[in-house]
Structures are given as C-alpha cells and as structure tokens.
C-alpha cells in the first residue's frame, strides 16, 4: 500500500470518528426512559452483528482478517452514525436525540443493514470504500424506515424489509458498478476458495446467528408478540436448516453437503419469517415457510447466483442475494398476505397495536372494538398494499441509491479501487504472520491436485 | 457416495420433513400461557446445543463439518420432533399441543439426550442413520421421562437420569450392535485422531457447556431451587474442572493434560450435580460432588474405556461413558441419597414441592406443615427407592431399545453402514475444499515421525 | 518434564482443591437473600472469564493449549477461592460466608485480575506458578478493594482501578521478577510468534470481551446507574475500537492493520469507561474516553513496551500494561475528576447514593437534599482526594506484593521456572497431536523467507 494512500485512509477515518464525537457533542444525551428488561435480547443481536456476521465472512482463505476486523471497524462506526441518524427522525423538543437501550439495538440493527451490503461486495473494495458505503447506506436507511414504518405504516417485526432486503440490493448493486468498472474480472482470483479450517471458523459466524435469530425478530417487540416472534423464528429456523441440508444434496453434482449452504442457507427461514414474525402464523405456518425459505436460499446458490453473475457482472461474494435477498422479498409478499387476511377474530384488540393504521373494524361494523384508535381507516387490503408498497419502495431505494454510492466509491481520490492481483486478500491492509507465504502467490491446479507454490513479485 | 444412495437420502429426508410438519398442522398451536423471563437461560441451553455439542464433536481431523453440520440437522431435526412427542403426554382438551417458550427450551434439552448418542457413535454411522436413531430415540426418551416424572414421581432437576444416563447407555448400544455387524474394525482408521486446530475448535464446544450449565440445571426451576441450582451447578463444574487436570496428570503415561480430559471430564461436575442441583447440598456438597466426576471421568477415559472396549467391542467415540454415563449414574444414587434424608427441619414446606409425592410429614407427626397437599404419602426412605428405580429403568429402558435401533439401523435397504475405508471422514458426505488432500490418506507411521502421504484409490 | 516435578504438582494442586473444599465445608452457606435478575449479567462476565479472556490468549503459535487450558484452570480455582476471599470481608454473625448470585459475579470479577497477571507472564511460568500466583493475588486483591471501596469510600464500577490496574501491575511486577532470575532471556524464543490461524482464535476471545464488556460494567450496578453504565460502556468501545484501527495503521511501519492492536487496543475503552461507567459522563464523554484509550493503548504497544522492557527487563507477553494497565490509570484519573465536579444539579438525591461519603451539600447549603443521609460529610474535592488516594495504593500495593510474589515464584522447591527452551511451548505441559512436529524447534530465518525445520534433542 503506497504511503500517500495511507496517510489519505488515516485522515479520512479521522475525520469520520471526529465528525461522529461532534455530532454526539451537539445532539446526543442520555434517555431517562428506557426498558432495561431489553437488555437480553441486545445482547443477542450484538453477539449476531460482531460475532455472527464478523465469523460468517471469514470463510476466504486469505481474508480472515479482514472479514472479522473490517466488520468490527465497520460495525462500531455505524452503530455510532446509526444513533445519530435513527435519531434525527425522533429528537426530543429541545432538539436532542435521546440514548437509551433501545438506541443501542436499533443501532446494531441498522449495522447488519450495512453488514449484509459487505458481504455482496465482500474482498472486492478497499475498508474505506466499505466505511463510505456504510456512511451513506445508513443515512438512505433511516430515511427508508421512516418512510415505510412511520408514513406508510408497514409492519415488519423482525426487519426482513428494512433490513435484509435492503441491505442485500444495495450491497447488490454497489457490486455492479465496481465490477463494471476496470477493476479487473473477479472470478479468476485464486484466493476467493475456503480452507478446511477457514469453513469451521464461519460455522461459528452461522451458528450464533442462527441461534440469536429470534431475539432479532423479537428485540422491539413485547407481550404475546415477543412469545410468538420467538417461537415461529425457532422454528422456521430449524426448518429451513433441515431444508438447507436436503437441497443441497439434491442440488449439488456429487449429491454432497455443501459447506456455503449449510453456513448460510440454514438461516434463510429467520428472514423469510421476519415480517410476520410476531403474527398469527401459527407453529406450522412458521415451518412452512422455514421450508420454503431454505430451499429457495439453496435453489439461488446453485441456479440463480451464476445466471445473475453471468448477465450483470455482479459478483456476490457471499451470496447475500440467496440469504437475505430473496429470502426478504419471500418474507415481505408473506407479510402482506398475512396483512391481507389479518381480523378482528385472529387477533381480537391486538389487532390495532399490531397494526397502527387499521382502526374501524375490517369486517363488520358493530365490532366491541370499534373505538380502539385513532388509526387511519384503513381496511385489510389496503394495509396489505401498503406492505407490497412498502417493499418495493424499499427495494428502489436500495437499487437506486446503491448504483449511486458504487459510482461515488469509485470516483478517483475518494477511493483506490483495488485491482485483480489484490482482491480477497489480507496482505494488503494487514501484517500478516510468517505462516503466511507473503511472496509467494497461489495457483490452482487442474482439479484433485494439490497447491503449486510459485514467486511472484508483488 | 453411489447415486442410488443418495437419491433414497433425499427421499427419507424429505419423508422426515414433511412428516413433521403435517403432525405441526394438525397438532400444534401457540400456547397463551408462558414465562417470557425463561427466555434467558433458555438461550443459553440453545447454545449449549449447537454451539457446545456441536463443536465439542469437532476434534477429529476429518470429521469436523460433520461434528458441527449433523450436531445441526440433527438438533433441527429432533428438535421439532421433540416438540410433537413431549407434546402428546401433555395434550389441552382439544387433543392439541401447545407451544410456549417452554415447549422450546424442553425440546432442546430432549435434543441433548441424542447428541449425547451422537458422541457415542460419531463418525461410525451415515448421516442418516444418526437421524432415525434420533426419531426413535425421542419417542423412548418422552415416554421414559413420562414414567419416571410423572408415574413414579422422581426427581431430576439437571436431568442427569432422563437426559445424560438415558442417551449415554442409549447411544452405547448403538455403538454395541453398529461394531457387532460387519462394518470393520474402527480402531485401524487412522483418521480417528485430533490436530492441534481441531482440538482448540473442540475447546470452543467444552467452554460454552462449560459456562452455560448453570441454565441447563436451572432453566426449569424457580425461586430459591432456581437460585440453589445455579451455586450449585457452578461450583460443581469449578471444582470437576480442577479435578479433571489434577487426575490427567496422575493418569496420563508421561504425565502430561490429555486434551481429550480437558475438553470432557471437566464437566463431569455439570452432569453429576444435575438431578441433585436444587436440593440442599451445601456449596460444599456441589464441590465434593465435582470433584468426585471430575476423578471419575478421567478415571473412566483411562482405564475404564479401553476394557469395555476390548470386553465387548463398543466404540465409544467421544467417551460418552465417562462424561455423561458414569457422571449420570452417580447423579441418579447421589439424588436417592438426598431424597432418603430429606425433611421439613431441612426444607420446611418446600419440601413438598420439591418432591410433590410426599405429603405426610418425614419425620414427626404433628408438624405445622402437614395439611400442605394431596401427594402419595410417601415416606423419604420410600422416594429414594423411586428415584433409585427411576435410575435402574432407564438404564434398562435405554439399553433395551438402543439394542434394537442399533439393529435397525444395520437392517438392510433402511441405511448403508459405513466401511472400515470411510469411517470418521468428511468426505463420504461433503464437498471438502481443495487443502483436504482429497485423494491421499494418511498413514500413521511409528511414534515421533511425521506423516507420509500415499496416494490411495478411493 | 521430571517424573519427580509432576508427582510435585500433582501434591499442591491436590492440596489445593482439598484446602479449598475444606473451607467451603467450614464456612460457606446459601444465601437466601440474591437477586436472580442479575443472572443474565453474570452468564455475560462469565463468558468474558473463559471464553473472552481464554481465547485471547491463544494468539502464539504453539501455546494454545495453555492458553484456554491454564485460563479455564486457572479460573476454575480463583472462583472458588475468591467466593471465600470476598467473604472474609462480609460474613454473618455466625462467621458464616452466605453464598449467592452476588458472590459468584464477583468470583468471577476477581478473577479477571488474576487472569490479566496471567497476560503479562504468560508462557513465561510453568502451570504452578500460576495457580500460586493467583492464589497469593487474591488475598491481596480481597484485601485492596476492601480498603478501597469500604475505607476510602473509592467508586469504581466497573472495577479499571481495583481489577484492572491491580492485575496489570501486579502481573507486571511478577514478570520483572522472573525475568531477573536466570531464566534465560525471552525475547529469543521463536514460538513467540501467532500464525494466521492462532490469531483467529484470539479474535473469538477480543469480540466476546468486546461485546459482553457493558455487562461487566453494570452487573453491579441498578436503575439509571446501571443504565448509564450500558451505554457508556457500549459507546467507550465503539470508538476505541476504531481509534485503534486509525491507530495502528499510523503506528505501524509499513502502515498496515497489526493484529496484537486490533486484539487488544479496541478493548481499551472498556477498561478506561470502567470508574466512570455510572457516572453522568454524556455519551459524548463516553466516545472521548473510548478514543483516547484506543490511541493510548497502540501507542503504548508500539512505544512503551519496548522502552520497558528495555531498560527494566519487564517482557509483558499480552501487552497488559497497554491494555489494562495505562487505561487502568487513565480511568483512575478521569474517576477523579468526575467526582471533583459532582453535584446534587448533576445527580440530583442520586449523588448520594453513587458517593456515599458525600453527605452535606456540595456546593450550596440549603439544599432540599441536606439530610438525605449519614456519609462522611466530604465535599466533590475531598472525594476525587481519595478517588486519587485509591489509585495510587492500589498501583503500590499491587506493584509491592507482586514483586514479593514474583520472589516466592522463584524459590527453588516451591517451582520449577521454565528454561529457555521451553517456554511459551504447550509441549511441556500437553500431550500434542501428531501434526505438532515434537522432535523439531523452528528457527526464524532472515525476513521473508519460509520457516526451515531442524531437528534438535530437546
């Protein structure tokens, strides 16, 4: 790494975590009402953001590093600029933004937003393209929330819309512009394979999050809510394992397990529930869509990740489409069916802190709740548009705004692009250990032979 | 892996899938009634699941992805499975199961008992033979919980009869009949044997259990059980894990740790304090109890294994025996001995609710507690006798039926045991990355020499 | 190791664990006074004790074993002796030790600076050596924070002064000692070194610390305090993570990321939080805080600690004095002025509460809060006297009875110290795998170049 672009990366990150302590200085006090019974479940879904999404993506041979340091830098920069920016939209009279626990969850779960973006373009930017996409995802994030569960009025528990969906199409399309420009063709890296050991070390990235999942479709939730988040999550979860297991058998060429499926596939069904996770789906409803959610995750690993890479030049390094792409999507046109069909009869009074917009009863007219709320009158199938609107709006939004933030990490002296020769590598940025052959580069062989090592001058 | 196998793979798994969902449709329902302040230790016995089992099993060189990927499918498997079948002894009026928080931490602690199994016989069965064990291990596992809890009223807080005693001796039979049939001698393979990496991965599985125990013993107790529960499943451990290295030094040949201790005996404590955890033992009676598993365990590992082994020909992969069976065992006496000296002067009216068969007072006649409820009359010498008895079935009921699913599982046509030739590899059943020398195996040559890699036809 | 020399250990770690047994017998009870709603924070220490600080320690090549290994024995021991170390200071009138939720919390608080010495020899001692030191450190630790918080009246919530710097210097005191002895010099060991792999499993150990480090901040604490404590410690992290990112990449000669930075220094902020945690600091001060630890802390890396050890011989192996030991200090200084400029507008009655020598009005005298209760009659200035007081004592008594320790540590017949051959080398103490080359000792070669393997007697 050349000395000027150093010394470009140390200002730029100081004056990001300035900037940040100035904002903080300006806006930020403490909160004096805060629900300390939240404190469990925060921290479940902090272990998901730095352990589960930090391991996950240490799957590469030669980027461990990276993978778990980058997303702890990146991580701890936008839970800062997440406090911020998610609290512009609720500031107090006197113009504060007011920090309690729930600040602090919001906060890591607008980062997996961000995280999610890192793994479609995971190996392929430099960490401060990863910071300046993370500024700006954030900002577009917030603004989008607000959108969609403040003025349109959707109801996604557990974030698969605001969250999942937008993270993986806008990660998706920052991909498309880096790899559209000469940044060189991915594909023939040598260092984007796993090692035995790599792939053990993301099972831990996979089963922390597989396992915290309900308390991130629980967290912002209470009551007979919270229990149901809980349940239907477990559930779709452990189906969608099972069926992430089965299709990768049936999907593969030799009819083995797959280990990119089985570390991410698996967790498929915590998106696909998110939405409805806190409805009455019932305990099979949850399952079925654990079932649908996993087979879908490892049906676009095998057929539609190559499709996509081959007509649009994406490339997603961890298949972000396949577990929280579609999986979002699934989850959002679930929730509007759920929207759809959602009365008065399923949920009794419920029904109108479920859903904040509908107020008249959707039914009949001689309902005993009639009076409950203000509510905007909404019937069910107008909330259940307003879900679909909400999904694709959010889906533009990321589209949109994603081609846009990989055009400004691509200007010249914003940031270097990296080129072919250093992309999934740790070298770059990190000193390594003397294990690591540092002169010498890997080439891949003809298949079931072993590693030849060859110098090269770097 | 022949295609035809794995086509009647998928077939069975699917079978299983969609057979728990449909029992999901017609029985299961979400339960209004539950204690959302579980959650917590119910997370932790979550991760003691997949996270502790899972890893725990990941010390073989070459069985890694399928120490922690079956510990998965199976555990998602079972789990759902478990839900159904603990369900049907405990069915509303309306012949429906209902789902709480509670099904859920029940169904992970049934999901224990078969990975406990699963050690038993790691790397010396398909994939799918782990899973029918499993299906049919739950059915006994939920009716011998049945009998012993509800029909001869004993007690077992930790689960240590039910859970630890129950799947050791279960998945010992297993491995009694899978070495029976001609499937090779395991003791040859020489892929049966740890790396320095894989056994710092297995480290990761023994801490967790380690640290989340506690919760384990505790999860489903309340008030001052639940706060003994925790003291004492805590020291017990302390002091098992001091114990553990103290007798692997005494023990090993050249005196050294033996990880294989380390990662096991050292929570032997866990298990052998579990059905007495809530009682009145004293911290000091947590301490003398760990260390007592502690020694045991080792003891087991060294000199006790190796007999049984040479005697009747089981192949106890993980050593369960010695961290689950023996510890069980001296659970299950220890629980008679306290039942035989429990009384009011030592539990007041508490008494009765720790052990709901008694009624009358123990020792004395005119005690203010003697109207506290209906119970069965039972005298204190007279429930030590029950648990002992609970103890003695299970043992028997575990080994009976583990008999004969480890002939089912040898039946022709229903699964393929594995060959001396693939035993404890990953790669009968998955896609290994391109560092597992795919096509070589590797010799054990004498003491102190490096390995040899000959290239073998597979 | 000498047949003679582990008959040796195996005594004194069997007197140990009896010794301690005996005392539980003679002065341990249940207590039934606890608060079961601090379980959850206790799980979060607990796993910062064995997995966080255990995993962090893995980082050198072929000492991983010790590392999680000693830290897991290590703990297991000072728990059970700090529950009745702790207790001395607090028994009942029956001079019985009543033993609870609390007491376990602190067991493991304790412990933390016991295993923060470990930091600073490790690899250096053999396994005794530890476990004496640790033994002889907590009696001492007992002792310190008794006169500290009881008689000085000293706050410190998250224990940097009486935990922190207490271990560090402690622990460094002990390294200068035996680095006096005729030990051989330690800087030309070449197992001093990570490997890609060694330093992935550190990362598990810095993102759980990182991640559960508000729970060690708060578990003692309750209402706003503890709250405040959440998110100081949070915010403190986020930025002194990201500080040590900038940090190391200006640092570094090459300007890369350096791992023993990103290990370490992105947890200083935690540590320099820790006295202030409760305290009205404002999330900005908590992100200032945070950033000047993190830049402390890689600067000490990359400049102190050569100075030191230099010119006093001190090889502190973790870097403690840069991680605990200085932001130690620095949370000292920062607990001073807090409390110098405490006052009832601040605090409102709450001031009373959080410095409970305070007890006239600080600044004006008709206060609506004169008599809120009995206190010390001490004003904001005498306070932060004794906050300094504490800081100082705490740092001579630590830095005095470690360099006595580390004196008892070298006696011959009490312990054997390492050679220079074999330290930081699991092969002393482990049974290894047979991928770990025995016979053979890597000799560094020229920068650059590959490791050549020679075969030495040992």
Same mark, same amino acid.
């Given at each position: 790494?050349?000395?000027?672009?150093?010394?470009?990366?140390?200002?730029?990150?100081?004056?990001?975590?300035?900037?940040?302590?100035?904002?903080?200085? $300006?806006?930020?006090?403490?909160?004096?009402?805060?629900?300390?019974?939240?404190?469990?479940?925060?921290?479940?879904?902090?272990?998901?953001?730095?352990?589960?999404?930090?391991?996950?993506?240490?799957?590469?041979?030669?980027?461990?590093?990276?993978?778990?340091?980058?997303?702890?830098?990146?991580?701890?920069?936008?839970?800062?600029?997440?406090?911020?920016?998610?609290?512009?939209?609720?500031?107090?009279?006197?113009?504060?933004?007011?920090?309690?626990?729930?600040?602090?969850?919001?906060?890591?779960?607008?980062?997996?937003?961000?995280?999610?973006?890192?793994?479609?373009?995971?190996?392929?930017?430099?960490?401060? @393209?990863?910071?300046?996409?993370? $500024? $700006?995802?954030?900002?577009?994030?917030?603004?989008?929330?607000?959108?969609?569960?403040?003025?349109?009025?959707?109801?996604?528990?557990?974030?698969?819309?605001?969250?999942?969906?937008?993270?993986?199409?806008?990660?998706?399309?920052?991909?498309?512009?880096?790899?559209?420009?000469?940044?060189?063709?991915?594909?023939?890296?040598?260092?984007?394979?796993?090692?035995?050991?790599?792939?053990?070390?993301?099972?831990?990235?996979?089963?922390?999050?597989?396992?915290?999942?309900?308390?991130?479709? *629980?967290?912002?939730?209470?009551?007979?809510?919270?229990?149901?988040?809980?349940?239907?999550?477990?559930? *779709?979860?452990?189906?969608?394992?099972?069926?992430?297991?089965?299709?990768? @058998?049936?999907?593969?060429?030799?009819?083995?397990?797959?280990?990119?499926?089985?570390?991410?596939?698996?967790?498929?069904?915590?998106?696909?529930?998110?939405?409805?996770?806190?409805?009455?789906?019932?305990?099979?409803?949850?399952?079925?869509?654990?079932?649908?959610?996993?087979?879908?995750?490892?049906?676009?690993?095998?057929?539609?990740?190559?499709?996509?890479?081959?007509?649009?030049?994406?490339?997603?390094?961890?298949?972000?489409?396949?577990?929280?792409?579609?999986?979002?999507?699934?989850?959002?046109?679930?929730?509007?069916?759920?929207?759809?069909?959602?009365?008065?009869?399923?949920?009794?009074?419920?029904?109108?802190?479920?859903?904040?917009?509908?107020?008249?009863?959707?039914? @009949? *007219?001689?309902?005993?709740?009639? @009076?409950?709320?203000?509510?905007?009158?909404?019937?069910?199938?107008?909330?259940?548009?307003?879900?679909?609107?909400?999904?694709?709006?959010?889906?533009?939004?990321?589209?949109?705004?994603?081609?846009?933030?990989?055009?400004?990490?691509?200007?010249?002296?914003?940031?270097?692009?990296?080129?072919?020769?250093?992309?999934?590598?740790?070298?770059?940025?990190?000193?390594?250990?003397?294990?690591?052959?540092?002169?010498?580069?890997?080439?891949?062989?003809?298949?079931?032979?072993?590693?030849?090592?060859?110098?090269?001058?770097?």
């Amino acid at each position: 790494m050349g000395r000027e672009k150093s010394k470009q990366d140390v200002i730029m990150l100081s004056v990001v975590q300035i900037s940040l302590a100035a904002l903080f200085i $300006i806006f930020c006090r403490y909160n004096s009402h805060y629900e300390i019974g939240k404190y469990t479940m925060f921290q479940d879904v902090h272990v998901m953001i730095f352990v589960g999404f930090g391991f996950l993506m240490t799957f590469l041979r030669r980027y461990g590093y990276s993978a778990v340091g980058f997303n702890f830098l990146l991580g701890s920069i936008i839970v800062e600029w997440s406090c911020v920016c998610l609290g512009f939209y609720n500031m107090s009279d006197d113009y504060k933004i007011l920090i309690s626990i729930e600040s602090l969850y919001q906060a890591d779960i607008a980062s997996a937003a961000v995280l999610i973006s890192m793994g479609a373009v995971l190996g392929q930017t430099s960490y401060m @393209q990863l910071i300046i996409m993370g $500024i $700006i995802e954030i900002a577009v994030y917030s603004g989008n929330a607000y959108l969609g569960l403040q003025v349109y009025k959707a109801v996604d528990a557990g974030g698969s819309i605001f969250v999942h969906t937008f993270g993986a199409y806008f990660g998706l399309a920052v991909s498309f512009v880096l790899n559209k420009k000469k940044t060189g063709s991915v594909q023939e890296s040598n260092l984007e394979e796993s090692t035995y050991t790599s792939d053990l070390f993301a099972m831990i990235g996979t089963i922390f999050l597989w396992l915290y999942w309900p308390s991130f479709n *629980a967290v912002d939730l209470s009551g007979d809510d919270q229990h149901r988040a809980v349940i239907n999550t477990y559930l *779709a979860l452990a189906s969608s394992c099972v069926t992430s297991f089965l299709m990768s @058998q049936i999907l593969t060429d030799d009819h083995k397990f797959d280990m990119v499926h089985i570390q991410n596939s698996t967790l498929a069904g915590g998106v696909a529930v998110g939405t409805c996770a806190n409805l009455m789906i019932q305990p099979y409803g949850a399952l079925l869509v654990g079932i649908a959610a996993g087979a879908l995750s490892v049906y676009g690993y095998v057929k539609i990740t190559p499709i996509i890479e081959e007509y649009t030049g994406i490339h997603d390094t961890c298949g972000v489409h396949n577990l929280h792409g579609m999986p979002g999507v699934l989850a959002g046109l679930f929730g509007a069916l759920m929207a759809g069909i959602a009365s008065e009869s399923l949920y009794n009074e419920s029904l109108y802190e479920i859903y904040p917009a509908l107020s008249s009863p959707t039914s @009949q *007219a001689d309902t005993e709740f009639t @009076q409950t709320g203000p509510g905007l009158g909404r019937t069910a199938g107008e909330q259940a548009g307003f879900q679909i609107l909400a999904l694709v709006t959010t889906m533009a939004i990321a589209v949109v705004t994603g081609l846009i933030t990989g055009g400004i990490l691509t200007l010249k002296g914003i940031s270097s692009p990296l080129t072919k020769n250093n992309k999934f590598d740790d070298l770059i940025y990190w000193t390594l250990p003397n294990d690591i052959e540092k002169n010498t580069k890997i080439t891949k062989l003809p298949e079931n032979q072993a590693y030849d090592m060859t110098t090269v001058t770097k």
